[in-house]
């Protein structure tokens, strides 16, 4: 973690185009960000982070089960 960053945080959620219907996809200890949908909607990528690295997991809409897509010591960011 970076010295005096411990307490920022993110997470994903997603909402109708109507306001309603508001739900929380990660957890706040997923630092998600830049997510990105797959074409068939079924799916989300997403860059996860513990403030050192960063890696890419991909989350299925039906069952809300989050899978790494990377791992390891890399920087990956910005999944499109």
Known sequence: MVPGREHF???????????HGFEVLTTARDRAGF???SPDGKRLVYRS??????????IERATNRITNLTQG????????
């Open 9 to 19: 945080t993110s997470q994903l959620a997603l909402m109708g185009i109507d306001g």
């Open 35 to 37: 997510p990105s949908s």
């Open 73 to 80: 010591l890399g920087n990956d960011n910005s999944p499109a």
């Open 49 to 58: 982070a513990d403030g050192q690295r960063r890696w890419l997991r991909i």
